[in-house]
Nanobody, 121 residues
């Protein structure tokens, strides 16, 4: 099992940028596909981005493609989500997530407590 802690959320104006980070505890971090999910008020949790265990593959939701970039550092047990050109509809709680499945499955088995991102218009 892996424990995940997110940081970096906050309030930003539309068209601004934020970087989310996730620290993972566990000796097998490099074996996990990692990703980000988000949940807006009144909506279901949705997939945002994923990255393969070795960083060799990434997947993005259509709504964030070209604006968000996911990365990982297996030496530091961390992943990041760089979010540019933010829109009010990006407002949500963002969750770091992990799975031993493939990066293109868009399914995760573990997630953290979440960090709030609010984009004002």
């Amino acid at each position: 099992q892996v424990q995940l802690v997110e940081s970096g959320g906050g309030v930003v104006q539309a068209e601004g940028s934020l970087r989310l980070s996730c620290a993972a505890a566990g000796r097998t971090f490099s074996r996990y596909t990692m990703g980000w999910l988000r949940q807006a008020p009144g909506k279901e949790r949705e997939f945002v981005a994923a990255i393969a265990w070795n960083g060799g593959g990434t997947d993005y939701a259509d709504s964030v493609k070209g604006r968000f970039t996911i990365s990982r550092d297996n030496n530091k047990n961390t992943i990041n989500l760089r979010m540019n050109s933010l829109k009010p509809e990006d407002t949500a709680v963002y969750y770091c997530a992990a799975t031993k499945g493939t990066y293109y499955s868009r399914r995760f088995d573990y997630w953290g407590q979440g960090t709030q991102v609010t984009v004002s218009s």
